[in-house]
C-alpha cells in the first residue's frame, strides 16, 4: 500500500471564506464612521436587506446577526410549541434552535440519495403534539418541497426550512427560498455567501417580515411599545456593509466553486467505492459542499482516508458526523434510537466533505483526488 506523501504545501482546509479586495471595503468603513450608524437599522442594513432579496429573487427578507438566531427568532415569530419533526443530519444549531425555545425534536430518518428529511417518514413521527416540520437543504439540495407541504396542509403544521446551505439555490420555479412558511439562511465565515456572521429569515408577506423584524430588535414596535419578548438578533452595519460588497463577487464565486466541483468529479469518476454527492436535475446548484461516501467496496475506512488526506495536508471535514441524535443533550429521546435512522448513520459513518474554496485551483484538486485514488488498487 502507497504511503501518503509528506505534506509539503500549507494545509488546505474544507473550506475558507472569501474575501473581496481589502481596499474595496475602504469606501464602506469611511461611509459609517462618517454617518456614525453602526446599527439599528442603518443605511447598509436597508441597502443590503433589499439588494439581497433582490439578488436571491424573494421578496421579504429580515436580516440576523446570524442563522442561529435566525432560526430561534423564526420558531417564535409562528408561535411553535410542542414536537417538531426534523433530520438529524445536520449542523447542531438545527436542533438546538428546537431545545432553545423549550420544543421537542422528533428525529425523522432522511433519504440516502439527498441526505435530506425522507418525506416517506414524516406521517409516521406526526403525533398530537407535533406543530411544525424543520428540514434542511441539506449541502444545497432541496428537500422534497411539494410532499412535505402536503404533508403539512393535511396535518395543519407549519415548515420552517433550514436553509443555511442553500444560498441561491434555485430550482424550475424560482429562489428554493420561497417554499414553506419560513426559510433561514446563514452568512457564516464558512459558508457559500459570508458576513462574517449574519443570517437572514425569508418572509411570505410584509406582515411576518414586520413580526419578525419586532421579534429581532427585542420586541420594540415604536419608542414605547413592545410587543413580545424578542431578542437582539440584529445585523450590524459593518456586517451589512460587508455583504452588500460581497453581493458584488458573489456571482463569480460560485461560478469559480462549480468549476471546481467539476474537476473533482471527473478526476474522482470510476474510482470503486468512492461516491460524489449528486446534484437532481433541473436545480441551479450552489456548490456549497463536496461530500464524498467511502463505500465497503474502497480499500480503505472512511477514517483511514480522511487521516491519510490529513497527513497529506487536505483538511476534509466528516459533516456531519457524528449525528445530532447521538449527542448527550437528544441521545435519550424515543426518535433518537440508531436503528430508528439507518440512513442517517450510513451516510454519517462514511461521508467526508472535501476541501472547496474559490481560493483553489484544478492542480491542488488534482493533488487532493491524487491521494484518494492512490489507494484504488493495492
Ligand atoms: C451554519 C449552520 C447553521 C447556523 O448558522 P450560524 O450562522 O453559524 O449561526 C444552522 N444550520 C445549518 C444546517 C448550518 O450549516
Not at 212 to 232: H, M, Q, R, S, W
Not at 237 to 247: H, K, M, P, V, Y
Not at 296 to 322: I, K, M, N, S, V
Request: with cysteine; hydrophobic share 40%; aromatic share 10%.
Amino acid at each position: 500500500m502507497p504511503t501518503s506523501p509528506p505534506a509539503q504545501n500549507p494545509p488546505i482546509y474544507v473550506t475558507e471564506p472569501y474575501l473581496p479586495p481589502l481596499e474595496e471595503f475602504q469606501p464602506y468603513l469611511e461611509a459609517i464612521w462618517q454617518s456614525r450608524r453602526l446599527t439599528n437599522g442603518g443605511p447598509f442594513h436597508q441597502q443590503f436587506e433589499s439588494a439581497l432579496a433582490e439578488h436571491l429573487g424573494v421578496e421579504h427578507i429580515s436580516l440576523f446577526a446570524n442563522g442561529t438566531l435566525a432560526l430561534m427568532t423564526a420558531l417564535q415569530a409562528l408561535r411553535i410549541n410542542g414536537e417538531v419533526i426534523t433530520t438529524p443530519y445536520t449542523f447542531a444549531a438545527t436542533a438546538h434552535s428546537l431545545l432553545w425555545n423549550n420544543l421537542k425534536p422528533v428525529f425523522v430518518d432522511i433519504d440516502p440519495e439527498t441526505c435530506n428529511l425522507d418525506p416517506a417518514r414524516i406521517e409516521e413521527a406526526i403525533t398530537p403534539a407535533t406543530t411544525a416540520i424543520l428540514p434542511v437543504h441539506c449541502y444545497g439540495t432541496p428537500c422534497a418541497v411539494d410532499r412535505i407541504q402536503q404533508i403539512a396542509d393535511a396535518y395543519g403544521l407549519k415548515v420552517i426550512y433550514d436553509a443555511a446551505h442553500a444560498f441561491g439555490v434555485r430550482d424550475p420555479g424560482g429562489s428554493i427560498l420561497r417554499h414553506g412558511d419560513l426559510s433561514i439562511l446563514s452568512f457564516h465565515a464558512t459558508k457559500v455567501f459570508n458576513t462574517f456572521e449574519g443570517g437572514a429569515i425569508i418572509s411570505p408577506d410584509a406582515r411576518t417580515k414586520q413580526r419578525i423584524d419586532y421579534l429581532k430588535n427585542f420586541g420594540f414596535a415604536d419608542e414605547v411599545t413592545v410587543v413580545a419578548p424578542g431578542i437582539n438578533g440584529k445585523m450590524s452595519e459593518l456586517n451589512a456593509a460587508f455583504g452588500l460588497l460581497q453581493l458584488k463577487h458573489i456571482d463569480a464565486v460560485l461560478d469559480r466553486r462549480r468549476a471546481l466541483v467539476d474537476c473533482y468529479r471527473d478526476a474522482l469518476h470510476g474510482i470503486p467505492g468512492i461516491h460524489p454527492r449528486q446534484t437532481a436535475p433541473g436545480i441551479l446548484d450552489n456548490a456549497a459542499y463536496f461530500p464524498i461516501w467511502v463505500e465497503a467496496d474502497y480499500p480503505l475506512t472512511r477514517d483511514q482516508l480522511y487521516e491519510h488526506l490529513r497527513a497529506a495536508g487536505f483538511h476534509g471535514r466528516r459533516y456531519f458526523y457524528p449525528l445530532i441524535s447521538d449527542l448527550p443533550m437528544y441521545r435519550g429521546l424515543p426518535s433518537a434510537m440508531p436503528e430508528r435512522l439507518p440512513n442517517a448513520r450510513d451516510r454519517a459513518q462514511k461521508v467526508i466533505c472535501l476541501p472547496l474554496s474559490p481560493h483553489l485551483d484544478s492542480e491542488q484538486i488534482m493533488r487532493i483526488t491524487a491521494v484518494i485514488s492512490a489507494y484504488k488498487t493495492r
